[in-house]
């Protein structure tokens, strides 16, 4: 039985210390009900693995702002000024990583692949100390896949088996970090019987999810609002 009847139920084993993908892509498919749950559960010292950090007041920008949040490997933290705080006042670990590499990273732990060769970052800071090795005359940097414990993941369209299918932009990082935690768990919009969701259309198959929420009112947040004077 993957279907969870709340959030606390769904994240109840998540402990502190623990590594977790976050899906999302600014904040488009973020798993924001899931992320308000480790927010009131209060486990700290995680590690998170997202393309972005959120922002101050809304999905993981919460969680810096709570102090739950020791590292964090991403490719974007342009839009949180606490996470700049707590980066530059030594307070906060970052791996920062091309976004495209970030996305390949998380597709290659996902398929049990432990590293692998890109050009992208060589001969910057983001390589220093890797391993670089010459093809065909170019440089590639040799870059590890990631896994975590838990990936939290968020939906449109989800069944009772876990099978999961997201909405346009959301695709971003949700499926590939689906594949890559141990544990994952998401929550959708809209719950259905299992065989209602046409198998072509599904994006995640059921056999990566562990758990499935349904969840309400979301909150359409515009990350950077840009208006006509």
Request: with cysteine; charged share 25%; hydrophobic share 35%.
């Amino acid at each position: 039985m993957k279907v969870r009847s709340s959030i606390e139920e769904a994240i109840n084993d998540i402990q502190d210390g623990a590594t977790i993908m976050v899906g999302g892509f600014g904040l488009v498919g973020c798993p924001e009900k899931l992320i308000e749950g480790v927010l009131r559960k209060g486990v700290k010292n995680l590690t998170i693995i997202s393309n972005n950090c959120g922002i101050d007041d809304y999905g993981l920008g919460t969680l810096l702002t709570s102090r739950q949040i020791r590292k964090v490997f991403a490719s974007y933290v342009g839009e949180n000024k606490e996470f700049e705080r707590q980066f530059l006042d030594g307070e906060l670990e970052l791996e920062l990583v091309p976004q495209g590499t970030l996305a390949e990273r998380i597709r290659a732990g996902g398929a049990g692949i432990p590293a692998f060769y890109t050009p992208a970052g060589v001969g910057t800071e983001l390589t220093s100390g890797k391993e670089v090795r010459t093809f065909n005359g170019k440089e590639y940097v040799l870059e590890t896949g990631l896994t975590a414990d838990f990936a939290l993941v968020k939906g449109w369209k989800g069944d009772r088996s876990g099978n999961v299918i997201y909405n346009k932009t959301s695709r971003n990082f949700n499926p590939m970090m689906a594949t890559a935690g141990t544990v994952t768990i998401a929550e959708v919009e809209e719950l259905l019987e299992t065989g209602e969701m046409d198998p072509n259309f599904i994006h995640t198959p059921g056999i990566f999810v562990q758990r499935i929420i349904q969840c309400s009112n979301y909150e359409k947040k515009i990350e950077r609002k840009t208006i006509r004077t």
